[in-house]
């Protein structure tokens, strides 16, 4: 059907970042929901428990709900504001999932959700996760040149209020709400770092992520940083690393530190500029089991010795690269063990004006290596031995300075 060719074409996600969000049910049931429920006006049944009535029938959730919508419709004081009780069923379907990588985006949140995925949007530019031990937000990385970055906000760090309002992880989507705002205008953050108190106030601007930084170090090793795989960001990538080549760079430093993930298609590309066609670069089962190998499909861009970076805080589509790389000795992998998301993501458009980011898959490494909860081990371990700025010019920066090392030895 015609809404289902459309959500297909909207599959902008099976990655991310994301890292922010929590999830609704099987792709079936949504495209019943779709088609049937959430037409603008499409229907006069337009109560509680219709949402829900194609389900299974007379299932024991469509009872539950014909029997809560009866006694309150039968008994409560006040007026019903229908939308909101659908919006508040929806919700809770989904987060009684207890997955922290699938969510559901009202209508009224999409235009600002997009924006993000699309790499542009008004707020501070950081990449914020739920730590669910401590049930804290949690900065996976501030955005390069960003006003967080520029507040002093750093990867790991902890936002326990925001405008004197205190929040908690399992109320990420609402404070992500808060942080963002009219460009201009200012957000007053209290950041837990450690032992340590912060208060810190930060101006909200146009973000453009710009998630592929270039340079050249050493004379001769190219260095590219991505810090998100947003979409757009396999052709950035491509583009620099062939400025670079015609600067006479022999080798390559791919930073793919504090990168929360993002889009899997724009990391299966990049990993397809450095591995031979037809090698096997991703492994992804269903929840029936069912695999998706993804193969390399274009001829070697990138031959030439490479390192990459990666950290605790690099996760997903990174892990995805990293994982990629190192099975297939294409790439020698330094830094700490990865932050380990080994789930797939995927963006659906409905037609009341919402979305519904779904976890729908596990994938592994060409050599089938588990990464969801476990993470990639680096070919080398170094860990930061002090604050670094991120930069590939910073001295102090012990992991950028074991790939150089690495990369003069080969």
Do not use: C, W
């Not at 990538?237 to 793919?256: A, H, P, R, T």
């Not at 500029?273 to 096997?280: A, C, H, L, R, S």
């Not at 797939?344 to 979305?355: A, D, R, V």
């Not at 519904?356 to 170094?382: M, S």
């Amino acid at each position: 059907m015609e809404e289902n060719s459309y959500i297909k074409r909207q599959r902008l996600y099976k990655g991310i970042m994301l890292v922010l969000l929590t999830a609704f049910i099987t792709f079936i049931l949504t495209s019943i929901f779709v088609s049937n429920q959430l037409g603008n006006n499409a229907t006069s049944n337009n109560s509680l428990t219709s949402i829900f009535q194609n389900i299974t029938g007379s299932s024991e959730l469509q009872k539950s709900l014909e029997t809560i919508e009866k006694l309150v419709k039968d008994k409560y004081l006040n007026e019903i504001d229908e939308k909101k009780a659908i919006e508040g069923a929806i919700e809770g379907y989904v987060a009684s999932l207890g997955d922290s990588y699938t969510e559901y985006i009202p209508s009224d949140e999409m235009e600002d959700y997009t924006q993000a995925i699309m790499g542009n949007y008004v707020g501070i530019g950081i990449y914020m996760t739920i730590n669910t031990e401590k049930n804290l937000i949690q900065v996976i990385a501030p955005i390069r040149e960003s006003p967080a970055e520029e507040a002093g906000i750093k990867s790991g760090d902890f936002i326990t209020k925001i405008n004197g309002v205190s929040y908690t992880g399992d109320e990420l989507t609402q404070a992500s709400n808060i942080i963002k705002g009219e460009e201009g205008t200012k957000v007053t953050l209290e950041i837990l770092r450690g032992e340590q108190t912060l208060t810190l106030e930060v101006e909200r601007r146009n973000i453009n992520t710009n998630p592929v930084y270039s340079d050249i170090v050493d004379g001769d090793i190219g260095y590219l940083g991505i810090s998100s795989f947003d979409e757009g960001v396999a052709e950035d990538f491509k583009n620099k690393f062939l400025s670079l080549k015609e600067q006479g760079i022999k080798s390559l430093i791919i930073d793919l530190r504090d990168n929360g993930g993002g889009i899997v298609e724009e990391a299966t590309q990049i990993i397809d500029y450095i591995v031979p066609k037809g090698k096997e670069i991703l492994i992804t089962v269903d929840k029936d089991k069912n695999e998706e190998i993804t193969k390399a499909e274009e001829d070697v861009l990138i031959d030439m010795p490479i390192v990459v970076l990666v950290n605790a805080s690099s996760a997903s589509a990174s892990e995805i690269v990293a994982g990629a790389l190192k099975d297939l000795d294409e790439a020698t992998i330094v830094g700490s063990k990865t932050y380990g998301k080994g789930v797939i993501q995927e963006f659906l458009s409905l037609s009341n004006g919402g979305g519904l980011k779904i976890t729908i898959e596990e994938y592994y490494t060409p050599n089938r290596t588990k990464i969801n909860g476990v993470g990639i081990t680096p070919d080398v371990e170094v860990e930061l031995e002090t604050s670094v700025t991120g930069l590939p010019t910073d001295a102090k920066d012990t992991q950028l300075n074991k790939a150089k090392e690495i990369l003069h030895q080969q």
